[in-house]
């Protein structure tokens, strides 16, 4: 079991140093997402913060809330065990092992304040509008793979949003020297330039991925129509980036899901 050294020399679980980032934050009603390597330490640190109570009692009606939401949406039951009572302590986890209905409420929760701890991969970290005052990052590393300066600024990038909080915190948890030498590296980074994947001329074949795009936005009810389909085709960065070409690889991408009667 991995092990971090702090600076009175002890040896410290590294969910306990978790759980002293997360107190102060829950007791002023404040959002703490904690990110981890894998699926299972995303299920293993939420039942740990909640065993150790790093959730005040004075919100058990809040809790109680996002408890009954989880029962109308998954009638059968959670499918990932233990969610439910992890809810009912205001923390749980986000993982790609939640059911649609599952991350929903989860989601929901913890963006309304009943939930205030949530243990998570690197899911919630793109596309996913989850805003807290602190990040904390278990280890260098989601899986097998170290994190990148993009994934550090993905992650990070959750803390004090603007326009939804005034400041913003991220901690970086490491286990050696060699380990904080490559966490300053990642802070010190400087940002990815953004390109839109969407399409590319020196790549023709990437018009596959456009269409495979549209077709799931008008799954969604996004695009159905020419009209809406420009309009959902102008909001894109691909169009921000190439204002004469969107629009026309849009009605390209539609006729290829003509042809092949999508």
């Known amino acids: 079991e991995g092990r971090t050294r702090c600076s009175c020399g002890r040896k410290r679980r590294p969910n306990d140093l978790v759980a002293s980032l997360c107190r102060d934050l829950c007791a ?4 703490v997402l904690v990110f981890c390597s894998t699926k299972k330490d995303c299920e ?6 909640t065993r150790m109570r790093v959730v005040g009692d004075g919100h058990a009606a809040a809790h109680a809330e996002a408890v009954a939401a989880l029962k109308v949406a998954c009638p059968d039951g959670a499918r990932v065990e233990g969610l439910q009572e992890l809810l009912a302590g205001g923390v749980a986890f986000h993982h790609a092992g939640l059911a649609d209905e599952e991350r929903r409420v989860v989601e ?3 963006a309304d304040g009943p939930l205030q701890v949530l243990a998570a991969t690197s899911t919630p970290s793109a596309g996913v509008n989850l805003p807290v005052r602190r990040v904390v ?3 260098m590393s989601q899986g097998k793979d170290p994190i990148t300066a993009g994934m550090y600024h993905q992650m990070a990038g959750r803390a004090g949003r603007a326009g939804l909080d005034t400041q913003g915190e991220v901690f970086v948890l490491t286990e050696n020297a060699r380990e904080f030498e490559a966490a300053k590296a990642l802070v010190a980074a400087p940002v990815q330039p953004v390109s839109s994947q969407l399409w590319r001329a020196e790549a023709p074949d990437e018009l596959d991925e456009l269409a495979k795009t549209l077709l799931e936005m008008t799954v969604a009810g996004l695009s159905w129509d020419p009209s809406s389909m420009s309009e959902a085709a102008e909001a894109t960065l691909f169009a921000v980036e190439r204002p004469g070409v969107a629009i026309g690889e849009f009605m390209k991408a539609a006729q290829v ?3 092949k009667r999508l």
């Open 137 to 139: 990052l278990k280890k």
């Open 257 to 259: 899901l003509t042809d």
């Open 108 to 110: 929901q929760a913890f």
């Open 44 to 49: 293993v640190t939420a039942k740990e913060l």
């Open 28 to 31: 002023a009603g404040k959002g």
